[in-house]
């Protein structure tokens, strides 16, 4: 039996999309892509308040986007590169449609 390519494809996952879409989460994001830092780091770098960063890192928790890792009294904070990973897939089998559909310019007629 063969499906249609609308069955096929998987959207791309909206909350995750609206979780690193906030302009601060997205440059946590970016931080932790280069290396494993605590709060104290992200507070450095990103010039943010201290409990608006935990609220923000305890969202991309929640959401899976990035691990806990406890060290001493600090906790550090680590990306999870195949959650990226899946929504960038998602996007690029999106994209991919958006090319065959654009190459064989099928166009669904109207009623």
């Known amino acids: 039996m063969m499906t249609s390519a609308k069955t096929e494809l998987i959207p791309p996952d909206a909350e995750l999309v609206r979780v690193i879409a906030d302009p601060l989460r997205l440059q946590i994001v970016t931080l932790l892509a280069r290396e494993t830092l605590c709060t ?6 990103t010039g943010a308040r201290q409990t608006n960063l935990s609220n923000h890192l305890r969202v991309l928790r929640e959401a899976g986007v ?3 890792e406890p060290c001493g009294r600090f906790t550090y904070y680590k990306l999870r590169p195949d959650v990226l990973a899946t929504l960038a897939g998602s996007f ?7 090319r065959t559909t ?3 310019d ?3 007629p109207c009623p």
Do not use: N
Not at 40 to 45: A, K, P
Not at 92 to 98: M, N, Q, V
């Open 40 to 45: 104290t780091h992200l507070v450095e770098e």
């Open 106 to 108: 099928r166009k669904r």
């Open 92 to 98: 690029t089998a999106l994209a991919e449609t958006a």
């Open 102 to 104: 654009a190459a064989t």
């Open 66 to 68: 990035v691990d806990t």
